[in-house]
């Protein structure tokens, strides 16, 4: 089996839109060309069908396999930050006490008048470090989230260069050049059949 006259390994390139041409497929205006690595081939197609998997599937690139493990990596840790910031939460201790069916005008006097004044500011200088400490936490997770959402961005506006045929694509662009090139070979029967005609020659002796 003799090889086929191109590689399926297409360079996406563009023209400018005074050179653009009917895309190959819904032969809308289009600037987007694939050439063929030994550009034997090439043709117009929207940039949309480029994201096809029917159609074509992009090579990945050295940058875009950095940006798919970025990603997955700035996933993990905001789900760890998630875990942290849950974790660290801070709650309304009255909220609790009224939850529990327990408020401050039940509470026995000698509790409100135990003069654990000192306790008491502890506590709060306890909770105020709680509450910087995952105010931070949260900071932290938003950072990320921003971060990841950057990302996202630049994965999907990426722009492939590289790109490979389906397999019936490719085979329908290599029957096309090989048909084309057997027409240009072969004049059409038709016009062999035009010809080859030969015409009898007229009769030299008068007609009875």
């Not at 921003?146 to 085979?171: H, P």
């Amino acid at each position: 089996m003799s090889a086929p006259p191109f590689p399926n390994e297409y360079k996406c390139r563009q023209v400018s839109e005074a050179d653009s041409k009917p895309c190959n497929i819904c032969y809308k205006p289009s600037s987007t060309v694939l050439l063929a690595s030994n550009k034997a081939d090439h043709f117009f197609v929207c940039p949309l069908h480029l994201k096809d998997k029917s159609f074509a599937l992009p090579e990945h690139s050295e940058a875009y396999t950095k940006l798919i493990q970025e990603k997955s990596r700035l996933e993990n840790e905001i789900r760890h930050a998630n875990s942290v910031v849950e974790a660290n939460r801070p709650y309304s201790w009255n909220k609790l006490m009224s939850n529990i069916g327990w408020s401050e005008s039940v509470q026995p006097k000698a509790a409100a008048e135990s003069g654990e004044n000192t306790k008491d500011e502890e506590n709060k200088k306890n909770e105020a470090k709680k509450s910087t400490a995952y105010e931070g936490y949260v900071a932290q997770a938003n950072k990320l989230k921003k971060e990841l959402a950057d990302v996202n961005g630049s994965i999907s506006g990426y722009q492939f260069k590289q790109f490979t045929l389906a397999k019936d694509v490719y085979r329908m662009r290599v029957n096309n050049l090989l048909q084309a090139k057997s027409r240009a070979a072969n004049p059409q029967p038709a016009q062999t059949q035009q010809k080859n005609i030969v015409f009898p020659s007229v009769p030299k002796s008068g007609i009875s």
